[in-house]
């Protein structure tokens, strides 16, 4: 059974930073395409990075205030996170693209305050 569960989130001043933790069980990391996504309130679910082998990708929004990375000892996936502004505020969710199955987490909240 795959079980994707997020840590990290927290309440922060604006120009703080966070990073963000994926501990991945029942599979591998870094087999599948990976990325963190976020949910702000009344928002649809957005892309924010992702990590397929050696290459990553990252929302324009995000771009240079982030960086995605497995640790593969860990098992885990990784979010960094810098500058962050009022407008990253949202639930960041850990996803997994395995072949017929996509794999979500339950979720962690960040709010960054102005």
């Known amino acids: 059974q795959v079980r994707l569960v997020e840590s990290g989130g927290d309440l922060v001043q604006a120009g703080g930073s966070l990073r963000l933790s994926c501990l991945v069980s029942?599979?591998?990391?870094?087999?599948?395409?990976m990325g963190w996504y976020r949910q702000a309130p009344g928002k649809a679910r957005e892309l924010v990075a992702t990590l397929d082998g050696v290459t990553r990708n990252y929302a324009d929004s995000m771009a240079g205030r982030c960086t995605i990375y497995s640790d593969n000892a860990e098992n885990t996936l990784y979010l960094q996170m810098n500058s962050l502004e009022p407008e990253d505020t949202a639930v960041y969710y850990c996803?997994?693209?395995?072949?017929?199955?996509?794999?979500w987490g339950q979720g962690t909240q960040v709010t960054v305050s102005s």
């Open positions: 029942g599979m591998p990391v870094s087999i599948y395409p």
């Open positions: 996803n997994i693209r395995a072949p017929g199955s996509n794999y």
